[in-house]
């Protein structure tokens, strides 16, 4: 057994897989023969392996399969099928793709501005076109990173893992055919040592009195009422360490929380069969998922609204987005939560009549007057273009079309416009009034 991993022979008939004490003392339960067969078959694309890696299961019982190598990259939002499809699209009477090929290009000037926030758009350009130079662009900014070691995880608390990690975990999988093997063992070691860092043990800070103390405390400064009691969660003990730890690593009622799964999420994909660890980090990702993250959305966040508010949530809906979807196809097992469809409903209903604001509830309200930005709009694109017959995706067309034409637009987002286009019918949505029952807030809109 290496890194808490076991290899499972799927032929092997007895049952000393069922339960096994580790070197440290810790007993983990494995799946039997028949088990793991019937979940390998599930979540793996080929029909007949010989073996799976079993990644370490967590306190909860949750055992993930995990098969290394995946024989194909991309894997990260692109498959083979997907990029036959983006390279038919790829013409110059396709505005959405003229817009990202034309920001790529701008991108290729080393000094210019953005750095880490354009290798998605260049990575993608360099996939569909072949055209080396875009790829080598995109590689330069993951070294430039690379090279900032790791004092470059801390910043701000892990503030640049739903970022800086999430990028270069894109490269190494969109462009790993152009990188050199010192790139790659320099990428992956410095990918190894974020995700590390990520699931180090955090103590915790304020008692969980503390916690719904403060946080009613904040709640007068701006003037919202008080929600529904309801229990303490056991994460709201947990407080900023300014640089020492990952903050709300373990709080999913918090926006870092979502970029650190994230990160760590794509980083345990991309790396993939490259990495004795990428197994336990797909495992850590799936398990913080499920045990910290269900709970709270479904619960918690019942209605789709985040306590962190309708500014910072947008980020925490979009990223969420992003690691389901990547998750899908690099590992074909769909694990989208019919959360999303609220919380997408959600902003629908907490947005003015004239699609131009968000409804200023919860932290960093002042954005708001700033108007909506490609962050609303992106889970959006997604969840209507991988699910085009759900009856939500027609109202989410409609709303796409109401927000787009005075929405800011990122530039470092054109990739997303041209891999998740808007397709198929749209239907305004009919319904005027949206009660969040987590959070306890309700809205009635006028208009549509």
């Known amino acids: 057994m290496a890194d808490g991993i076991i290899e499972v022979p799927l032929t092997d008939t007895s049952e000393q897989y069922a339960a096994r004490t580790e ?152 462009c790993h055919a152009r990188l050199t093997p010192e790139q790659k063992t320099a990428i992956r070691a410095h990918i190894e040592g974020w995700c590390d860092w990520l699931l180090q ?83 850590a990702a799936k398990s913080k998922w499920v045990t910290q993250g269900l709970p709270y959305f479904e619960v918690r966040a019942k ?20 690691a389901l979807e990547a998750h899908r196809t690099a590992t074909g097992e769909d694990l989208m939560t019919p959360w999303v469809s609220e919380a997408l409903t959600c902003k629908v209903h907490m947005c003015s009549p004239d699609n131009k604001f968000r409804v200023p509830f919860g932290d960093q309200s002042g954005n708001m007057k700033h108007g909506l930005t490609s962050y609303d709009i992106m889970p959006f694109l997604i969840y209507q273009s991988v699910r085009p017959n759900d009856p939500l995706a027609p109202i989410l067309r409609d709303w796409i079309g109401r927000v787009r034409p005075t929405a800011t637009l990122f530039w470092f987002a054109r990739w997303v416009d041209f891999m998740w286009p808007v397709v198929g019918p749209s239907a305004p949505m009919i319904d005027t009034f949206w009660y969040a029952k987590g959070a306890g807030y309700a809205t009635s809109r006028t208009g549509r």
């Open 23 to 174: 070197p440290e003392g810790v007993t983990r339960f494995y799946p039997t023969e028949s088990a793991a067969r019937e979940n390998a078959l599930v979540a793996m694309r080929e029909p007949a392996i010989e073996s799976v890696r079993i990644a370490k299961v967590n306190t909860a019982g949750i055992v993930r399969l995990q098969k290394w190598p995946v024989s194909t990259r991309p894997r990260i939002w692109l498959t083979p099928e997907i990029m036959a499809k983006k390279s038919l699209e790829a013409i110059p009477t396709n505005p959405d793709w003229m817009a990202l090929y034309n920001e790529a290009v701008l991108e290729l000037d080393p000094n210019r501005y953005g750095g880490m926030d354009n290798t998605i758009n260049l990575a993608f350009v360099w996939q569909i076109t072949g055209e080396a130079r875009f790829a080598d662009a995109a590689i330069a900014h993951v070294m430039t990173a690379v090279a900032k070691g790791p004092a470059a995880y801390s910043r701000d608390s892990g503030f640049d893992s739903r970022n800086v990690l999430t990028n270069m975990a894109v490269v190494y999988d969109w």
């Open 303 to 322: 209605g789709g609204f985040v306590h962190d508010g309708t500014s910072y949530g947008a980020g925490t809906l979009f990223r969420m987005v992003f």
């Open 201 to 283: 043990p955090v103590a915790p800070g304020l008692s969980a009195e503390e916690m719904v103390a403060n946080l009613a405390h904040m709640r007068g400064w701006i003037g919202i009422p008080e929600p529904p009691s309801a229990p303490a969660h056991p994460e709201d003990t947990e407080w900023r360490v300014p640089g020492a730890v990952p903050y709300n690593v373990n709080a999913p009622q918090g926006n870092y929380w979502m970029g650190h799964v994230l990160g760590l999420w794509l980083a345990a994909l991309s790396l993939g069969e490259d990495s004795p660890k990428a197994a336990d980090y797909l495992a």
